[in-house]
């Protein structure tokens, strides 16, 4: 098992930046590709980025691309998301999760099994 505890989310303006954490403990870090997801309320949970277990492989949903940054700090046990030029599109609770799966199937959340308690970001216009 693996648990997740995120941090860094907050209050920022259109056009700020934040950055994600996502500390990991438990099995090793490095077993598991990881992912972000977020929920606005009153939607569904939709898909962020995912890395996939080595770091080699990233990947992003349509509407964050070129904005957002997945990493990974194996040293650290540590996942992030450094969100750039954030919308009040943005606004949501996001998550970071684990997963045992390849990197095929990262987009999808029912590939994670491991969730973390989420951290509130909101982006004002």
């Known amino acids: 098992q693996v648990q997740l505890v995120e941090s860094g989310g907050g209050l920022v303006q259109a056009g700020g930046s934040l950055r994600l954490s996502c500390a990991a403990s438990?099995?090793?870090?490095?077993?598991?590709?990881m992912g972000w997801f977020r929920q606005a309320p009153g939607k569904e949970r939709e898909f962020v980025a995912a890395i996939s277990r080595s770091g080699g492989n990233t990947y992003y949903a349509d509407s964050v691309k070129g904005r957002f940054t997945i990493s990974r700090d194996v040293a650290k046990n540590t996942l992030y998301l450094q969100m750039n030029s954030l919308k009040p599109e943005d606004t949501a609770v996001y998550y970071c999760?684990?997963?045992?799966?390849?990197?095929?199937?990262?987009?999808?959340?029912?590939?994670?099994?491991?969730w973390g308690q989420g951290a509130q970001v909101t982006v004002s216009s």
């Open positions: 999760a684990a997963s045992t799966l390849g990197s095929s199937y990262l987009r999808l959340g029912r590939a994670f099994d491991y």
């Open positions: 438990g099995r090793t870090f490095s077993s598991y590709g």
